[in-house]
């Protein structure tokens, strides 16, 4: 679901964390990243758990300078989600169903906080 290292800040599980770790051999692209992002929002809009109030991409060769230009600038990173989400994210998220970006994950995304994105090298 999105969540390889979770930091939990307080009980009952309520305000968290997520390291979300990548390790290839380039740095980590802008597709790449708007896929672990729908599957925030995807098990997020399902219930499944709340949104973290950080979430890090961990990258032993680092981010894409246009990755990096994305979370420095969390309007352009929401934007790029939407224009990628039917050809880089839907068929990804699950392997149980695609998921077509509608109305209401749309709507979801546009109150989503997109600065709560940063990375680690």
């Known amino acids: 679901m999105g969540r390889d290292v979770i930091v939990y800040q307080n009980r009952p599980h309520i305000e968290w964390e ?3 770790c990548k ?15 729908a599957k925030l929002v ?3 809009l399902k219930g499944e ?3 973290p109030k950080k979430y890090y991409f961990v990258t032993p060769q ?6 990096l230009n994305a979370l420095n600038n969390p309007e352009k990173l929401r934007n790029e989600l939407i224009r990628r989400w039917e050809k880089t994210c839907a068929s990804k998220i699950t392997s149980k169903q695609k998921v077509t970006l509608n109305e209401e994950i749309k709507e979801y995304i546009q109150k989503m906080d997109f600065s709560i994105f940063d990375h680690v090298p």
């Open 62 to 67: 680092g981010v894409s300078s246009q990755l």
């Open 42 to 44: 995807y098990y997020g």
């Open 23 to 37: 390790h290839y051999s380039s740095p980590l692209g802008v597709d790449e990243a708007t896929l672990e992002i």
């Open 18 to 20: 997520n390291f979300q």
């Open 49 to 51: 758990y709340l949104l």
